[in-house]
Nanobody
Framework: QVRVVESGGGLVQAGDSLRLSCAAS??????????MGWFRQAPGKERELVAA?????????????YYGRSVKGRFTISRDNAENTVYLQMNSLKPEDTGVYYC?????????????????WGQGTQVTVSS
């Protein structure tokens, strides 16, 4: 079984920055080839992709990143090569970024931008951006 734990949410003002962390532990897939993603869900809305990363090996050439359209240029996803940990740096936050942010982990896949690609999900962390 795989455990996924998010941290770093909170209440901030518009224009502020926040960094989320996500650690996957347990019987992970091949540590050298995985995908992890951040998704968010606002009240009354469907869950949407924020950012996702997949990697095969430790070289940059084996890594691919995908951003949701609304966060591109403001958010950055990265990972710790030594651990199954990914980070989401969120800058220039807007009130519409408010929601529960979920981290997910799964096997290396071509559809790593889709929620269907992920087998394991965290409980979510609340991010609230006030205007």
């Amino acid at each position: 079984q795989v455990r996924v734990v998010e941290s770093g949410g909170g209440l901030v003002q518009a224009g502020d920055s926040l960094r989320l962390s996500c650690a996957a532990s347990g019987r992970t897939f091949s540590n050298s080839a995985m995908a992890m993603g951040w998704f968010r869900q606002a009240p009354g809305k469907e869950r949407e992709l924020v950012a996702a990363i997949r990697w095969s090996g430790t070289s940059a050439s084996g890594t691919a990143i995908y951003y949701g359209r609304s966060v591109k240029g403001r958010f950055t996803i990265s990972r710790d090569n030594a651990e199954n940990t990914v980070y989401l740096q969120m800058n220039s936050l807007k009130p519409e970024d408010t929601g529960v942010y979920y981290c997910a982990a799964g096997r290396y896949t071509s559809i790593y931008y889709s929620p269907q690609a992920y087998d394991y999900w965290g409980q979510g962390t609340q991010v609230t951006v006030s205007s």
